[in-house]
């Protein structure tokens, strides 16, 4: 195939995936597509009053989320639609599957870890029964990935398109470093 054939191929609909230097790079904790959070229906969310990230719409047959990166379980809803992550690096992370799931107490949602416990990116953390989930809240199925402005953040850079779970990279952060102060450096 020459040059010019695959210039104009077309591309089947993925994430825009580019190099990107970060301190903590995410991976999508389900298959789905990306939406931005300004898209979500909840102001706290939209207005990034938790924080940066992206939310997603599952794919068809989602059963589990899984953990976007290493860190310890940090949080885990009763519900079990969401739970918090605290990476090595101090950033802390909000996964939540669904708005306004926190009152079906666990309700079509099971836990595979326990507050306290490691994960690695890619390991299972929630299962998902949608099939048993109320009829009315299958139409709010998102999962955010909210980075807590918390943390010492200098900037958050996401990726749009469709994700893989446990795979596709779909979160950059970069942490605020401490320029070295030259005038020390000469003095050496």
């Known amino acids: 195939m020459s040059i010019l054939s695959n210039l104009f191929k077309k591309k089947e609909e993925s994430p825009e995936v580019l190099p990107r230097q970060s301190d903590l790079t995410l991976v ?11 898209d979500v229906p909840d102001p706290v969310i ?3 009053i938790m924080g940066e990230g992206l939310a997603l719409i599952p794919d068809q047959g989602s059963s589990q989320v899984l953990a976007p990166c290493e860190g310890i379980i940090s949080r885990l809803l009763s519900s079990h639609n969401a739970f918090a992550l605290k990476t090595p690096s101090g950033i802390e992370l909000y996964l939540s599957f669904g708005l306004g799931l926190s009152n079906l107490t666990g309700q079509g949602f099971e836990s595979s870890r326990e507050v306290g416990e490691r994960v690695m990116a890619g390991d299972e953390v929630l299962k998902v029964d949608l099939g048993n989930l109320p009829e009315e809240t299958r139409y709010t199925l998102l999962t955010m990935i909210v980075v ?35 005038s020390k450096e000469k003095a050496v």
């Open 28 to 38: 999508a904790p389900l298959s789905g597509t990306v939406i931005p959070l300004t």
């Open 46 to 48: 939209s207005e990034r």
């Open 148 to 182: 807590r402005s918390s943390a010492d953040i200098s900037k958050v850079s996401t990726v749009s398109g469709h994700l893989t779970g446990g795979q596709s990279e779909c979160v950059w952060v970069e942490l605020k470093h401490e320029e070295k102060d030259k």
